[in-house]
């Protein structure tokens, strides 16, 4: 019996797998996050702190902040890249969208 030497199946991500991981990333992430970011802009410069629209808030921010941590952060550390090329990527792909729909919100609401 030679059960040292068990071979281990190679794991190779199907053509699809890529092209969906590459469209969440550089489309839909980023996408999803200025809508984010907009929509929370809206709701602290507006003032209207009710029950309602602030457990809005709070699950919309915190479900983005889930989604980006699980699908473009570790879909980046599974492809064996370095923690610090995924985090670039984690910050060009969701925070800076995030920010730019803040900004817009807030450039939107001084006119």
């Known amino acids: 019996m030679n059960s040292g030497l ?16 590459e469209t969440v990333r550089l489309a839909l ?7 984010s970011g907009f929509f929370t802009a809206n709701f602290v410069i507006s003032g209207q702190y009710t029950w309602p629209r602030t457990s809005r808030a709070l699950a919309l ?9 699980e699908f473009v ?10 923690p610090d090329r995924a ?21 939107l609401w001084k006119f």
């Open 6 to 21: 068990q071979s281990r199946p190679v794991h190779v991500r199907p053509g699809w797998h890529t092209v969906f991981s």
């Open 73 to 82: 952060y570790k879909e980046q550390l599974s492809r064996n890249v370095s």
């Open 61 to 69: 921010t915190l479900t983005v902040m889930i989604l980006s941590y």
């Open 87 to 107: 985090k670039s990527v984690l910050l060009y792909s969701c925070v800076i969208p995030y920010l730019v729909g803040w900004v817009l919100m807030l450039v």
């Open 29 to 35: 992430a980023p996408l999803i996050l200025l809508f």
